[in-house]
């Protein structure tokens, strides 16, 4: 036990949270019974065009109404979410409310844009106001949010367990995010066959979201080397922790099970589920630990693209998908971050793939791992497969030391001449 007149200097406290789940096929069929524990009358429910017209939020709808809860449905969230499209669905959200729950259904775009609207539909201010600094202000949500219920219909993001709101600030061409406990979901509502009709280039770059969180925060700065912080101090992100651990350790036994087969078999339900429980197993594992590198290039990496236009995903608009984003300098961050915490590299790398050879140079054992994956999924070849070239790498660096938040959560701080060399290894992976 410390003594009441010694000083702590370093951190001996974590903290862990993640919303109840219901998980299963079929799941999503109970979300007017669940919504209706919550004695609410009406609900608006926030999905993206593509999800609308394979009808899932339609059927859910119906749902609603056997519990005699009214709903209407927003479809307008961009694949993607920008400052300006959350913007605009909070407009809608105040101009047709009130609401007493939100139920999102989608990806983690979905999933983030009904965080925001919950937000700002509960509390006054603008986006800003609540933006992780150095973007944002970083005000804390003054009070309660609404009930909100995420349906995921991708197997990635892990949004349905995590406290964190991400989306594209459209002037600074950066993407950041809001973070606060109080805008994780009420309940997470996993249903596997709502990932069966996903293309292979979707679900390929979806899973490799799940890899990066899995692999980053079991490879984050351990909470105990932090310093000590205040009550009012404790960040979401506290750095990896035993918790935290174990759903990651877990969720990399799952890829390794059915990644390769979710992708070349769409329709392999047991692959499908084991993706969905990795995804939302990666959530309960990030979304407290946090992710370091290769997250804090992907901002950057999507918020300057240039002409990239992945098969898979809506047309109309040059985009690089964030699971694709994140993947893509990887393998070069954990070169980089090995000697951090050696052990932890390797015991990734053998989660991920437990017949892998073992090579003579234990800091390639983790990068060959994700590389022989990426290859086998058909994952773009480093930062130039979707159109930089090493000339873009001074303009790319700005945007990654912007996300602090995130790096300080590297067990070995990178500089910015770090950050260049990453990326300009990343040009190309193979």
């Known amino acids: 036990m410390s003594h009441p007149d010694v000083e702590l200097t370093e951190e001996t406290i974590f903290t862990w949270g993640a ?11 109970e979300v007017g019974f669940e919504m209706s524990g919550y004695g609410v009358k009406r ?79 509960s509390h006054p201010g603008e986006l800003m106001d609540y933006i992780n600094k150095p973007i944002g202000n970083a005000k804390t949500p003054p009070g309660q949010l609404k009930p909100l219920i995420a ?45 069966m009709s996903l293309p292979p280039e979707v679900t390929a770059a979806s899973g490799m979201d799940i890899v990066c969180h899995a692999v980053e925060s079991y490879t984050a700065r351990y909470y105990s080397t932090f310093d000590r912080k205040k009550p009012e101090e404790r960040v979401t992100y506290c750095g990896s922790n035993p918790v935290s651990d174990l759903w990651c350790e877990k969720a990399m036994t ?32 990030f979304g407290n630990s946090g992710v370091h590198i290769p997250h804090a290039n992907a901002y950057p990496i999507a918020g300057m693209v240039k002409d990239y236009h992945p098969r898979g995903y809506p047309e109309e608009e040059p985009m690089v998908p964030h699971g694709q984003s994140v993947s893509l300098t990887a393998p070069e961050a954990f070169r980089f971050s090995f000697e951090s915490a050696p052990e932890r590299h390797l015991r990734a790398a053998e989660l991920m793939d437990p017949r892998a050879d073992r090579l003579n140079d234990a800091r390639e054992q983790l990068p060959s791992v994700l590389i022989s994956l ?18 873009d790498v001074p303009d790319l660096v700005p945007g990654t030391m912007k996300q602090q938040r995130l790096l300080a959560t590297c067990p070995k701080t990178p500089t910015e001449d770090d950050i260049a060399d990453i990326l300009t290894k990343s040009v190309e992976n193979w």
């Open 374 to 391: 990426m290859r086998d999924i058909d994952i773009p070849n480093g930062i130039g497969g979707v159109g930089y070239t090493e000339a």
């Open 151 to 195: 349906i995921p219909t991708t197997a990635g993001t892990g949004s349905e367990s995590t406290a964190m709101c991400v989306l594209d600030i459209l002037s600074m061409k950066v993407k950041t995010g809001i973070s606060h406990w109080r805008l994780r979901p009420t309940l997470a509502v996993i249903d596997p066959l709502l990932t």
């Open 254 to 285: 799952l890829i390794a099970q059915s990644f390769r087969t979710a992708v070349h078999e769409g329709d392999n339900l047991e692959a499908r589920s084991n993706m969905m429980m990795a995804a939302t197993f990666a959530g309960m594992g």
């Open 43 to 121: 609900v608006l429910i926030v999905t993206d065009p593509g999800i609308h017209a394979l009808g899932a939020p339609q059927r859910i709808a119906d749902n609603l109404r056997r519990y005699d809860i009214e709903s209407e449905i927003f479809d307008g969230v961009h694949v993607e979410p920008t400052d300006d499209s959350m913007n605009k669905a909070t407009e809608y959200a105040r101009a047709q409310g009130p609401w007493d729950g939100f139920v999102a259904v989608g990806g983690g775009s979905a999933i983030d844009t009904a965080k925001a609207i919950n937000l700002l539909t």
């Open 19 to 29: 919303p109840p789940l219901k998980f299963g096929a079929g799941a999503s069929d």
